[in-house]
């Protein structure tokens, strides 16, 4: 068995790290982020005995574009410790083991940090900044700006986690960050939002309070669509049909 | 309080587990069964990384969650089981009688399945023993998130293709 490299030239982890950026480029409802795993993991297993288009490259490839599905920032976690475990020969019936139960908790601490954590903190960060004032620059940058920082830096954490424990990399799922972060962030989201909603309807109603019977009403009458659309319309057609409303609203004026 | 929900999903512990039931349910506890996982303590540590702090996360065989289920039932929390299977579904419903109501949350593609729903592809085999479930008088439905309509299995049996 070849031996285990200690670490993966700098080109090769930057060109992973990149194609991190493409894991969701090939998503389908078969294998989902499959191929975007194995056209991240690229660079890596052309390091392996026989080298590009090798038996062991060809054979990784194949197993690494089957089906695999977590959160894509997370997803960098499990592209590192699978890149280390076929580099140290693991066998392939492991690394498959590791795929099916690396899914679901790299999608649940992702949707938990990210999607029910970081994301509504920025977008309530933002708000919160309109509300104040701040011109519409400064909190498109202000979103932008705290969104990706944790972004960028949670892709480039897990993808140096993984590579550095392997297989073991629960180990590294197991930082406090990771564990307790979310419930903080939730918290704070929460502060945020009691701020920030009011100051976003004052910011929006400004001074004269000439549309305040309009925002009112819009208020009164979005609560209900959405309380009477529970259960029968998935959130994200609903998300983009209010956006698309917004966008029409803005340009018409 | 109890274990209120039965679902097959062979992600198991994920976020439409654990946010998407987790929270309108306030699930205390999840229960997987898996007859693998349970002799893997490094694939148990794993999912329990995915779950958050405050909710414990329990791994059985088959045989060990037929046998434990009066506990699980009795427990004040509310909780979820969970397999990643139908096979292991279906069996853990021949031994335990506790077994009413069961929601296919995610099965995914592979070479022997066709795709009945986005997120439910099935073999021939597996509807079958999904039939066969539902002929001993357990309700079967599709149900990702409980935002989502609940699809009835022969609903999910008619469908064809993945919208």
């Known amino acids: 068995m070849t031996p285990a490299p200690a670490t993966l030239p700098w080109h090769v982890h930057l060109a992973m790290y990149l194609r991190l950026f493409a894991i969701q480029g090939a998503w389908n409802y078969e294998t989902m982020t499959g191929n975007g795993i194995a056209f991240a993991l690229e660079p890596a297993l052309r390091r392996l005995p026989g080298g590009r288009g090798g038996p062991a490259y060809c054979e990784a490839m194949a197993r690494q574009s089957?089906?695999?599905?977590?959160?894509?920032?997370?997803?960098?976690?499990?592209?590192?410790?699978?890149?280390?475990?076929?580099?140290?020969?693991?066998?392939?019936?492991?690394?498959?083991?590791?795929?099916?139960?690396?899914?679901g908790p790299l999608g649940s601490v992702g949707d938990r940090l990210i999607w029910a954590g970081w994301l509504p903190f920025c977008s309530a960060l933002a708000l919160l900044a309109f509300g104040l004032g701040a011109s519409p620059t400064t909190v498109v940058a202000l979103f932008l700006g705290c969104y990706n920082v944790v972004h960028l830096g949670l892709r480039a954490w897990g993808l140096r986690a993984g590579w550095r424990h392997g297989l073991h990399v629960a180990q590294a799922l197991g930082t406090p960050v990771l564990r307790k972060g979310p419930a903080h962030v939730t918290r704070a989201t929460a502060l945020l939002a009691g701020l920030a909603l009011p100051s976003a309807a004052v910011g929006i109603i400004g001074p004269?309070?000439?549309?305040?019977?309009?925002?009112?009403?819009?208020?009164?009458?979005?609560?209900?669509?959405?309380?009477?659309?529970?259960?029968?319309?998935?959130?994200?057609?609903?998300?983009?049909?209010v956006l698309t409303l917004f966008t029409i609203l803005s340009l018409v004026r | 309080m109890t274990l209120e929900l039965f679902r097959i999903d062979d992600r198991l512990v994920h976020g439409q587990v654990v946010i998407g039931w987790g929270l309108p349910h306030a699930l205390g506890f999840l229960v997987v069964v898996d007859d693998e996982i349970a002799a893997a303590p490094w694939e148990q540590e794993l999912y329990r990384m995915g779950t958050p702090e405050g909710m414990e996360v329990v791994f059985a065989t088959v045989a060990e969650a037929a046998a434990a289920m009066p506990n699980y039932q009795a427990d004040a929390r509310s909780g979820m089981l969970l397999t990643a299977d139908v096979a292991?579904?279906?069996?853990?419903?021949?031994?335990?009688?506790?077994?009413?109501?069961?929601?296919?949350?995610?099965?995914?593609?592979?070479?022997d399945r066709v795709p009945r729903l986005r997120f439910v592809f099935l073999s021939p085999s597996e509807e079958s023993a999904l039939r066969g479930l539902a002929a001993r008088g357990v309700t079967v439905m599709a149900q990702d998130v409980p935002t989502s309509a609940p699809i009835p299995l022969e609903a999910v049996l008619a469908a064809e293709g993945t919208e």
């Open chain 1, 66 to 103: 089957g089906y695999f599905n977590a959160h894509p920032y997370l997803a960098a976690v499990a592209v590192g410790a699978l890149a280390r475990a076929e580099l140290d020969g693991v066998p392939a019936a492991q690394i498959e083991r590791f795929k099916v139960a690396a899914t």
């Open chain 1, 208 to 241: 004269g309070r000439a549309v305040l019977g309009l925002v009112l009403g819009g208020v009164v009458a979005g609560a209900a669509v959405i309380t009477s659309l529970q259960g029968r319309i998935a959130g994200w057609r609903l998300a983009i049909a």
């Open chain 2, 88 to 111: 292991t579904m279906v069996r853990l419903a021949e031994a335990a009688a506790a077994v009413r109501q069961v929601t296919l949350g995610g099965l995914h593609h592979r070479a």
